[in-house]
């Protein structure tokens, strides 16, 4: 830690200011004039508008890695100061998160203000330290936007294709010390750059996730997106610079799999929900979608589980760090995290769907009578 404190410097950190002010500025611009589908939001806000979309995520992915892999082959450009970075972009992130959910926090009371003028007592109680904390925690708006952009929306890009960068570094900097990647790199890169990909080649799923319809736009989910998901996701990359030796051949046929079995499942799973939201006659499987009284499905994978899609997700990261071996825990904590906040998501999801729906909720469980593995739980 010592060691880290030293090599930041004010410098650095200014340079660092402008590499994640720039970067972030520079994708919300691309966000906004980039041509896109405009999708419309199957979810009613409170003035009875629905909300729409722009996804034009998939074009700036793919034009960031046309961008990447151009200037590599023709100008010998490297992402190694990335890497080189890590720790001050960190401290800027962080830095951000904050100072944005301060603009929303004060943005949003003053639009709240303006739209229901309350009187003094009600300005008290606003200013109560537990609501203050809690709207900077949450938010206060649940879809604020800036020039026509959401922003909630908009976060995931810095937050995955940054991501994105940050783990292709680690390639850079293992072939400028080594000069060769090894096959686990190779295997880590391919493996987040196909999931980025197939986040995008899917965007229009991300709208129906439970953050988006209905979480408010505060620190809790900018410091996720902003710090939490590049910076904490990316650590399998730190483990792996070093590793050259070639893994044996079985070892990565068994992680191809696993990975491969876990992103269709992830995705086929979220998938196969989305489609039967827009359209419960929606073909699942290669026949039409069955479900209870229109409401739940029961087709797919959703016919197996309850919450296999977890399951995939859980399986993906997985994958992921049995690239780096078994030499330390550490490349193995973001899987181990996900299990328990997924699987205690899981059951809380499961408490909503039980008030929500009574005794519907209990005859799926009776016919998907897992929740995220089956024959085990």
Known sequence: MNDILQSVNLSRLLDAIFIFVGFTVTLFAAARFLPGKIYQSRYTEADGTKKSYKLNGLILFGLVTFLIGISTLLFNWSL??????????????????????LVLYLGGKQRQDLNSQPNH??????????????????????????????????????????????????????????????????????FWWTYLASHYYYEECALSMWDIIAERFGFMLIWGDLVLVPFFYSIAG?????????????????ICLLYCFSLWLFRGANLQKHRFKKDPNAEIWGKPAQSLQGKLLISGWWGVGRKLNYTGE?????????????????????????????????????QRCRAKYGKLWETYCDRAQFRMIPFLY
């Open 314 to 350: 859980i399986g993906v990261y997985l994958a992921i760090a049995l690239t780096t071996g078994t030499q330390s825990i550490v490349p193995y904590l973001l899987p181990l995290w996900l299990c328990s906040l997924l699987i205690h998501r899981s059951w809380r999801d499961e």
């Open 238 to 254: 730190w483990f792996l610079i070093d590793k050259i030796s070639p893994l044996p051949i079985a070892i990565v046929i068994g």
């Open 80 to 101: 190694a100061f990335i890497h080189q970075y890590f720790w001050e972009l960190l401290i800027v992130a962080n830095g951000f998160a904050l100072a944005w959910t």
């Open 121 to 190: 007592k009600e300005l008290s109680e606003k200013i109560s330290l537990g609501k203050l904390f809690g709207d900077l925690w949450l938010g206060v708006e649940l879809n604020p936007t800036w020039l026509g952009v959401d922003l909630k929306f908009f976060a995931y890009q810095p937050s995955l294709i940054g991501l994105g960068l940050l783990n292709t570094s680690f390639a850079y900097v293992q072939y400028e010390t080594y000069g060769q990647v090894s096959l686990q790199m190779w295997l880590f890169e391919i």
